[in-house]
């Protein structure tokens, strides 16, 4: 399965984005799909993570509460949704799809992975 991510874009402290995570090659909706981010000169973390259904979800502490992820398997999508940004928010965000359906914290865990989108959070 091939994943594009989009939605990153510049926005102020406080304001909200919302990044999609297009599936094509196969039926996302087969996948557990996770979210991770790469902030400048640090290591890529968690994010959020949704089960093949969206009815599970499980978030970093850090974003719980102002990021909610979900998905729309008729169109081959997942989505998260970001409020509340804050500046240390800001970090090139990729989507992950997980074929053993486990709603993982770990990257290594993931099997496909999209190219990414920059999140820029200006204060």
């Known amino acids: 399965v091939q994943l594009q991510a989009s939605g990153g874009g510049l926005v102020q402290a406080g304001g909200s984005l919302k990044l999609s995570c297009e599936a094509s090659g196969r039926t996302l909706g087969n996948y557990a799909v996770g979210w991770f981010r790469q902030a400048p000169g640090k290591e890529r973390e968690f994010v959020a993570t949704?089960?093949?259904?969206?009815?599970?979800?499980y978030y970093a502490e850090s974003i719980k509460g102002r990021f909610t992820a979900s998905r729309d398997n008729g169109k081959n999508t997942v989505y998260l949704q970001l409020n509340s940004l804050k500046p240390e928010d800001t970090a090139v965000y990729y989507c992950a799809a997980n074929f053993d359906w486990i709603l993982s914290t770990r990257a290594n865990e993931y099997h496909y992975w999209g190219q990414g989108t920059l999140v820029t959070v200006s204060s």
């Open positions: 949704i089960s093949v259904s969206g009815s599970s979800t």
